[in-house]
């Protein structure tokens, strides 16, 4: 298994301003993944985030606006831009463990309330 | 475009019967098929999962079903707990896409004492 650390565990923050969220994990890792879940909704994948290559995004969401950065293998950051409050959501970083089968893991999330 | 639909969206049991959850999907290419359980304020913990090569897998009070001719899979929990009141959420992922998860819209369990 991993332990995934995210920090912020919540934030309010103001319209038109940006917050990075920080994901460390205790083992080094491939594949790291952005999801978003929406009050009361499933989670929607934003990116994914391999080391030494840039992120690659899904449909609906561009690097502008959810710019990530990685580092190196244990660590990832996820900002969120020139935000608004249709962005008030939990955010959750998640770790594929290849020697688990592939099986990933995620951080407690970060909950942000855009205001 | 949902590739996981997820069924029944709530759903009450009482304790000690069986809670039943559905999913379906349509990409064959899919070769990974995990449940996760998420209470309020955490982040979703991986529960069971399941490859297409077996068509069940059980794990304590926890069985996946799994069905590859029909596309679906299920998750049945036998003698259900108040404890395990929580959302479950059935995902489904290929090695192609580095296995990035597609959620099901999830399930809100209740179990009554």
């Known amino acids: 298994s991993a332990v995934i650390s995210q920090k912020p565990s919540r934030d309010i923050c103001q319209r038109g301003t940006s917050l990075t969220i920080q994901c460390q994990v205790d083992?080094?890792?491939?594949?790291m993944f952005w999801y978003r879940q929406q009050p009361g909704q499933s989670l929607t994948l934003i990116a994914t985030?391999?080391?030494?290559?840039?992120?690659?995004?899904e449909s609906g969401f561009v690097i502008d606006k959810f710019p990530i950065s990685r580092p190196n293998l244990t660590f990832s950051t996820l900002t969120v831009s020139n935000m608004s409050p249709e962005d008030s959501s939990i955010y959750l970083c998640?770790?594929?463990?290849?020697?688990?089968?592939?099986?990933?893991?995620f951080g407690q999330g970060t909950r942000l309330t855009v205001v | 475009q949902q590739q996981v639909k997820q069924s029944p969206q709530s759903l009450i049991v009482q304790k000690g019967g069986i809670s039943i959850i559905n999913c379906a999907y349509e990409?064959?290419?899919?070769?990974?098929f995990p449940w996760y359980q998420q209470f309020p304020g955490k982040g979703p913990a991986l529960l069971i999962a399941?490859?297409?090569?077996?068509s069940e897998k059980k794990e304590g009070r926890f069985t996946i079903s799994f069905n590859k001719s029909a596309k679906q899979f299920s998750l049945h929990i036998m003698d259900s707990q108040p404890g395990d009141s929580a959302t479950y959420f059935c995902?489904?992922?290929?090695?192609?896409?580095?296995?990035?998860?597609?959620f099901g819209k999830g399930t809100s369990l209740l179990v009554t004492p």
């Open positions: 990409n064959t290419a899919f070769d990974y």
């Open positions: 399941i490859r297409p090569d077996v």
């Open positions: 995902a489904a992922s290929m090695e192609g896409s580095g296995y990035a998860l597609n």
């Open positions: 998640s770790v594929e463990v290849l020697v688990s089968g592939g099986e990933a893991f």
């Open positions: 985030a391999n080391q030494g290559s840039e992120a690659t995004y």
């Open positions: 083992s080094q890792v491939t594949m």
